[in-house]
Each structure stands twice: as structure tokens, then as C-alpha cells.
């Protein structure tokens, strides 16, 4: 007995444990991250980062986080990661939540939200551009092999109804990590620039990534409004024909044309026509068609009429004549 005790207390001691880690987990709450910013890093992208809760309990569970973007443009998703990278506009502002998600034991009940504000630029009201439209040209580029392409930007856009006169537009482009202001514009009536041009640019004509434009402007009499939008590249798809293609169709073309040539004057010499599509005989007809000639002779002063019946088959058969007198 006195030795049974010990293990007794060892057992129940064990079981007792089990029985809490098998407690119902509506009793293990997960707690929303902490620490939610949100920062523009570059036109057009934001960095949204968090931290987890450090009062959140530790069990053996996997945590997420449920990403919710409120502004511009409503999107959600769902990471593993502390942080996300985002291309929107952001002249209308940006705000956003998260939670705290079970990775992968859906029975438990997500956290509350936490969210965060990215607020849109200051400027008066009408004096942003307006009407902003932007078109690549593409061609090729002789003078090296890394850069086969050459990609051209070209951007024109309207002065904000309440813009002062003396209001000027920068043009800034993003593409990927590169960002470059434009050096080339157009000017309207008051010297207010309206376009944009960019002979060159770091723009690949086969990526996938957005282009994004952004124009801010200047003025003595009041704070102008930036701008910002995105354009999908196909969207915006001006590309000239490559030379090395219209060379190579060209080329094509006159092949096929040489030897079909060939083969034709091959074809004429050897008879190979005949031999390979000789001539369908017609179908000999057994109906003989017939011919009726009359012939009307007079001699001398007596009327004698004499006439001639000829019948004729078809070439090659014989001929018969009857004469009545």
C-alpha cells in the first residue's frame, strides 16, 4: 500500500493535467495584434506592419492574421507575416484592419479588429489634375542586348477647374523600384504644364508590374492637391512593329513562294500532274444524234425535186444517205 501511494498521486497528478489540456478551446481567446502602422514607402505602395499580442496565451496553435482593406478599394486577405506591401493610389487616403486568425483550427473564434489610417495629402479641392491618361510606345533598341526594347512615356492630363493660374504640374512615373521625374513638357496658354514625355524610360515592355504616375503641383495662392493612378501596361498596349519580325515574315513568305515555284516546274517537266491526277474518261453515250439535211435541186425547165436525207452519227461512225426522188 504504502508503495502503491506514491504512483497513485503520480497518476492522478497526470490526469489531471490531460483533463485542462483538453479543456473545451472556447476558454483560449486570441488576442488582435498590437502596434498596427501604416506608411507610404514609395508612389503608390504602402507597408502595413503589426506585432502579436505578447498577452496572448501559448498553446499549440498556429496564429494568422486577417488583412482587411477598407480604403481606396475594399481587398482582404489572409498571411502568416508581420508586414504587407501594397500598390494602391493613395491620393484618396488609406485605412485598413487585422485580426488574429487560427491558421488551421478553424473552430476558434478570430480576434477583435485593430486598424490603422494612412489620411489622404492636403490640398484645396479642385485644383488636382484631372483626366490623366498615359500611353507607352515601344520599338527597338539597335545600341545594346540587354535592353532590346526601348519603352517611350507619353502623359497628358487637364488643369484642376479651381486651380490658380499661376499652378505647376510635376509628373513623377514608378516602375518596379525605379522612380523618375519628368524633364520634357507641354505647356498650355499660361505656361502650365499639361504633358508629359519620357523618351526613355526603365519600363519593361514584357513585365507584369503596374505602372504607377503621380503629379503634384505648386502655386503662391493655394495648396495643390497631388494625383495618383495606376495603368496595367497591355492596358496602355502602343508598340510599333519589331524590325527583326516584318524581316522574318518577309523571309518566310519568299520561301514558300521559291519552292512552290520548284515544285510547280518539277511538276510540268515530269508530267507528275497526269501521273499523280490522271484524266477522268467521260462515260461513252450509246444515243446517236442525227442530222437531217434536205436539198432542193431543179434541172432545166422540168422542176425535178430531189430530196436528200442525210443522217450523221457522232465522229467516228458511219454515214448514211438516203435520196428520194
Request: hydrophobic share 40%.
Amino acid at each position: 500500500v504504502i508503495i502503491m501511494a506514491p504512483a497513485s498521486l503520480i497518476l492522478l497528478g497526470a490526469t489531471v493535467i490531460l483533463q485542462v489540456d483538453l479543456l473545451p478551446d472556447k476558454k483560449f481567446l486570441l488576442l488582435p495584434p498590437v502596434n498596427f502602422t501604416i506608411k507610404a514607402i514609395n508612389l503608390a505602395q504602402v507597408l502595413l506592419r503589426w506585432e502579436p499580442n505578447t498577452d496572448q496565451e501559448q498553446r499549440n496553435v498556429q496564429l494568422g492574421y486577417h488583412v482587411k482593406i477598407n480604403a481606396p478599394q475594399e481587398e482582404d486577405y489572409e498571411t502568416r507575416n508581420t508586414e504587407s506591401r501594397r500598390i494602391t493610389i493613395l491620393h484618396k487616403g488609406f485605412s485598413a484592419s487585422v485580426q488574429t486568425v487560427p491558421w488551421s483550427d478553424r473552430s476558434l473564434q478570430p480576434s477583435s479588429w485593430v486598424s490603422a489610417e494612412l489620411r489622404a495629402p492636403p490640398g484645396s479641392p479642385g485644383t488636382s489634375i484631372v483626366n490623366l491618361t498615359c500611353t507607352t510606345n515601344t520599338k527597338a533598341n539597335n545600341y545594346t542586348h540587354l535592353r532590346p526594347y526601348q519603352v517611350s512615356l507619353h502623359c497628358t492630363w487637364l488643369v484642376g477647374k479651381d486651380a490658380p493660374e499661376d499652378t505647376q504640374y510635376f509628373l513623377y512615373y514608378r516602375y518596379g523600384s525605379w522612380t523618375e521625374e519628368c524633364q520634357e513638357y507641354s505647356k498650355d496658354t499660361l505656361q502650365r504644364n499639361i504633358a508629359c514625355w519620357f523618351p526613355r524610360t526603365f519600363i519593361n515592355s514584357k513585365g507584369r508590374d503596374l505602372l504607377a504616375v503621380y503629379v503634384n503641383g505648386s502655386s503662391e495662392e493655394a495648396v495643390i492637391k497631388p494625383f495618383d493612378e495606376l495603368f496595367a501596361l497591355h492596358a496602355i498596349g502602343n508598340d510599333e512593329q519589331k524590325p527583326w519580325t516584318t524581316w522574318f515574315l518577309i523571309a518566310v513568305m519568299a520561301t514558300i513562294c521559291f519552292i512552290l515555284l520548284i515544285f510547280s516546274l518539277i511538276c510540268r517537266r515530269c508530267h507528275l500532274w497526269t501521273k499523280v491526277f490522271p484524266p477522268v474518261p467521260a462515260p461513252k453515250s450509246n444515243i446517236k444524234e442525227f442530222f437531217v439535211t434536205i436539198n432542193y435541186e431543179k434541172t432545166g425547165s422540168n422542176e425535178t425535186e430531189t430530196e436528200v436525207i442525210s443522217y450523221a452519227e457522232e465522229a467516228g461512225s458511219e454515214t448514211l444517205e438516203d435520196s428520194v426522188f
